[in-house]
């Protein structure tokens, strides 16, 4: 449709079904993209004086003011609608209002809109402003007037509203540790409507109970005055991982670690080394040195203790993004005069040292150093190091 044009059109004030015809040209061209000739079209039902269609043109023009990007000239249209009181249009101008107060953090305005929107008492948009008024409380940390607008947003059963607000309030919930209100919560969501983000909560609040039963196993296997344990190794050896790795999972590495290390140093020796086995699950165990074979006892090597830790921090992909770097900063330094065909003994000494020392700038590259010392020096069959100190970074 398109906007009449001409003077003639002021000639209709008082003539409401031409004003309803301008507002659907207005609605059409907003909905078509182009938000500045429908801000004119509502705005001439406005200036033409038009009693019923008032509350509709104020509402829509605040709508496109907002999309122009003028939030204050869409504020005052907002309140031009609400002060019509038109059942329909009025509170949703209020709930524009209060969303638009809520995305400039003007926090106070937000609310106090909100509670407008309620005194309309309009079934379709009085979730949202209990919805509105829960968030607001618990910002301003006052989860008992919040969870009072949570309880009224649940009971609406408003598919609109209900699901995405129980997510919100059941992941506050999860938050605080509440999990068994969060379950509550979350099937009541379920109950309106299927939303992805419940279940994902849904099983977050089954992770939360299985580090409760975990830990309840891990708690029970301290042992006695008399040195008895009222568990089995092998059942505390897997509560420690589980419990470990669910910590890690959530996206606590720090808790994650802490419960290896009770594993390993603060039960008892037995329990350690079900949890050290576990740890060390899928690691690298070359045999001893002359066993070509691999036949032989694993032997500790140097990285693993760096790999342990990788482990139990939850960094293991931290630590292999490590290596991989470093590996290829060695093999540029050794590739670099190769591919030059620079055959010159100063530059391919200068190109062994730099690969040497690209691994000292790592947590582990000291290490590399002082394992290859020693084999060095059990090699040359010395009791003395062969090598100078601090080698290959001091020369």
């Keep these: ?47 033409g004086g038009s009693e019923e269609h008032r509350a509709r043109a104020a509402l829509g023009l605040a709508v496109v003011r907002r999309d122009l990007d003028d939030p204050r000239a869409a504020r005052r249209a907002d309140r031009m ?58 910002e301003r940390g006052d989860p008992e007037s919040a969870r009072r607008h949570w309880e009224r947003v649940l009971e609406s059963g408003a598919e609109s509203v209900v699901p995405d607000a129980a997510h919100d309030f059941a992941g506050r919930l999860l938050a605080r540790g509440d999990t068994e209100t969060a379950t509550d919560v979350i099937l009541r969501g379920l109950e309106v409507a299927e939303h ?13 109970r299985a580090i409760d039963e ?38 606590d590495p720090d808790q994650a670690e802490r419960v290896w290390e009770h594993g390993l140093t603060g039960i008892d020796t037995e329990v350690a080394g079900e949890v050290r086995s576990r740890l060390r699950r899928g690691f690298l165990q070359p045999a001893e040195d002359g066993d070509e074979e691999g036949g032989g006892r694993p032997t500790e090597t140097w990285w ?63 290490s590399l150093h002082d394992d290859f010392r020693e084999r060095l020096r059990q090699a040359a069959g010395s009791d003395a190091d062969v090598l100078p100190e601090g080698w290959p970074d001091a020369e």
Excluded at 1 to 11: E, Q
Excluded at 16 to 28: G, K, N, T, V
Excluded at 196 to 208: I, Q, Y
């Design 81 to 138: 609608a609400i002060e019509t009181g038109h059942p329909e249009f009025a509170p949703r101008a209020a709930y524009h209002l209060a969303l638009s107060h809520e995305e400039d953090g003007a926090e106070d305005e937000a609310a106090q809109t909100w509670h407008t929107v309620l005194g309309f008492q309009n079934d379709r948009y009085t979730p949202a402003a209990h919805y509105g008024l829960a968030r607001i409380s618990e």
């Design 304 to 366: 693993d203790p760096y790999v342990e830790a990788a482990v139990a921090q939850d960094s293991s992909a931290m630590l292999t993004g490590e290596l991989f770097v470093a590996l290829s900063q060695m093999y540029a330094h050794l590739a670099a005069p190769l591919a030059a065909d620079e055959s010159r003994v100063s530059a391919l000494h200068r190109a062994m040292v730099d690969a040497l020392r690209t691994p000292s700038e790592y947590v582990w590259g000291r």
């Design 214 to 251: 975990f830990d309840t196993v891990v708690a029970a296997a301290e042992p006695d005055p008399e040195g008895g344990r009222a568990v089995d190794a092998s059942t505390v050896g897997a509560a420690v991982e589980m419990l470990a790795r669910l910590f890690a999972m959530r996206g």
């Design 196 to 208: 992805p983000g419940l279940r994902l909560l849904l099983g977050a609040v089954h992770v939360e």
């Design 1 to 47: 449709m398109t906007a009449t044009s001409g003077s003639d059109m002021f000639d209709a004030a008082g003539d409401e079904s031409e004003f309803a015809s301008l507002c659907a040209q207005a609605r059409d061209l907003a909905e078509s993209g182009h938000p500045k000739r429908a801000a004119q079209i509502y705005e001439r039902v406005l200036e």
